[in-house]
């Protein structure tokens, strides 16, 4: 039922001049949400680099998108400023678990940080640390509960409308599994191509992609915790477009295919094996590549694009267009209900079966 593929050309104004130039992408409509037009995955806006556009540009971009969700790593100003009236929904985040554990300096985060820009820009969900558990700063990861607590305490001191519970969110990148053990991890299996695919002989059940192995792990250890309950969410996954020489798989192919595939099987509601019934719901790593951030070469090539807005590769997303964001959607006046989420983000990285 998948609808024909599109080929359109759009004129894309570049940013810093006023250049035309003509860019293929297709159309593939599957990707939307029918109901609000909006694509069914979540963009990371991750801003370690000195040669981004201005936020609101970055705006445009995301609307000419259709993208609705966005994740940042901190609460930029700036951004949450851009976005002002967009109904983009954002999740924020504070990575500094020593100040955010201290219930006076929680409350004065969240009123500085992120009160002052309810309701025009739609924030949703706050983050506390990144990557927490997985890292080596053991006083953060004692301070990861308090933290999540006082935000949330700070949020409902503030009057805003803090939910209780929270979701398991988790960084899953198959990507760091392949570059690891290429020989033995089948390069198809990752990247949602067709194979045989993997028996998981705890469940019986068949996996065709590591990506959803990796998240029924997370609900299998967790129920095995007493805690069969919590909804997962990936809060970043991707696949680089260009790596070091021994960075494995790092390729604008395997990138375009990883991506691509996954939002089709987003556009198409799957579940997991295990959860057939709860469609998979990613964020994606990430809008930008960043020329700033440390390690091997993969860390700065993650983005879907390039600082002047043109894509590192057709993803087969609808038309993209970098220019001022459109007139504001959603008045400012009108206050949505919004219930906050506190949340805090593991890391799976490598997970064979
Ligand atoms: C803790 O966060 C608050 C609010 O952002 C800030 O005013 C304060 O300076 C921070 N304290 C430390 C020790 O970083
Ligand atoms: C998986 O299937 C095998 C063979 O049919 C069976 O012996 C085993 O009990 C099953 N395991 C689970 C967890 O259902």
Not at 21 to 32: D, F, N, R
Not at 51 to 80: E, F, I
Not at 86 to 114: K, Y
Not at 213 to 218: C, G, L, S, T, Y
Request: aromatic share 8%; net charge negative; charged share 15%.
């Amino acid at each position: 039922m998948a609808p024909p593929e599109l080929r359109i050309i759009i004129i894309f104004p570049m940013a810093s001049c006023l250049q035309l130039c003509l860019l293929m992408l297709s159309l593939l409509s599957a990707a939307t949400d029918a109901a609000t037009g909006a694509v069914r995955f979540g963009i990371n806006y991750g801003q370690i680099a000195n040669n981004l556009p201005h936020p609101t540009q970055v705006s445009g971009l995301l609307q000419s998108l259709n993208v609705n969700r966005v994740k940042l790593y901190d609460a930029d100003p700036a951004v949450l400023t851009a976005f002002a009236g967009t109904g983009v929904e954002f999740i924020v985040g504070n990575e500094d678990l020593h100040n955010l554990s201290d219930a006076r300096s929680a409350r004065a985060w969240v009123a500085q940080h992120v009160q002052p820009f309810l309701p025009s820009t739609r924030i949703t969900c706050v983050t506390v640390g990144n990557e927490v558990l997985s890292g080596t700063d053991a006083s953060a990861k004692q301070a990861l509960l308090p933290a999540m607590q006082a935000v949330h305490q700070a949020l409902v001191d503030l009057g805003l409308d803090a939910q209780v519970g929270s979701p398991f969110l988790l960084n899953a990148y198959p990507f760091f599994a392949y570059k690891a053990s290429p020989a033995t991890v089948s390069l198809p299996y990752v990247l949602f191509e067709p194979n045989h695919g993997v028996r998981d002989p705890g469940n019986n059940l068949t996996y065709d992609n590591m990506l959803y192995a990796q998240i029924d792990a997370v609900y299998a250890a967790m129920a095995a915790a007493g805690h069969a309950d919590i909804p997962v969410r990936i809060s970043e996954t991707g696949w680089p477009s260009k790596g070091d020489d021994e960075e494995v798989g790092a390729t604008v192919q395997n990138a375009a295919a990883y991506n691509g595939n996954l939002m089709k099987r987003i556009a198409m509601g799957q579940g997991t094996p295990l959860k057939p019934d709860v469609p998979v719901d990613v964020f994606v790593f990430a809008l930008f590549n960043e020329d700033m951030k440390p390690g091997p070469a993969s860390e700065r090539n993650y983005g879907l694009f390039y600082p002047n807005g043109t894509p590192v590769y057709n993803l087969g997303i609808d038309g993209a267009s970098f220019g001022p964001s459109p007139a504001s959607t959603v008045s400012s006046s009108s206050k949505p209900t919004i219930k906050f989420l506190v949340a805090f983000v593991a890391l799976l990285a490598t997970f064979l079966l």
